[in-house]
């Protein structure tokens, strides 16, 4: 059974910065498509960051320039850097694992830009 466990979530200034963990387990890892989304209060999930099992990465445009997504496959971990964060990155940030054609998802992580 696959288990997404995320954290690094909190409360930073404007113009800081944050690392998501999302730490993953009951699947081959480095053989998944792995997806960081967010959802803001009042607004519908958005993709923010991926990183194919080749590490190939895709962002939105949102996250360009600010934000990277990594993985550890030998730590089974996918992470998401995220600098000079602006408020409107508000949000509950979630991993995601698409494999054997199906989508995982973890619990979520808040993630608060507020001075």
């Known amino acids: 059974q696959v288990q997404l466990v995320e954290s690094g979530g909190g409360l930073v200034q404007p113009g800081g910065s944050l690392r998501l963990s999302c730490a993953a387990s009951?699947?081959?890892?480095?053989?998944?498509?792995m997806r960081w989304y967010r959802q803001a209060p009042g607004k519908q999930r958005e993709l923010v960051a991926g990183i194919m099992s080749s590490s190939t990465t895709n962002y939105a445009d949102s996250a360009k320039g600010r934000f990277t997504i990594s993985r550890d496959n030998a730590k089974n971990t996918v992470y998401l850097q995220m600098n000079n964060l602006k408020p409107e990155d508000t949000a509950v940030y979630y991993c995601n694992m698409l494999t054997g054609g199906r989508n995982y998802w973890g619990q979520g992580t808040q993630v608060t830009v507020s001075s």
């Open positions: 009951g699947s081959i890892f480095s053989r998944t498509y």
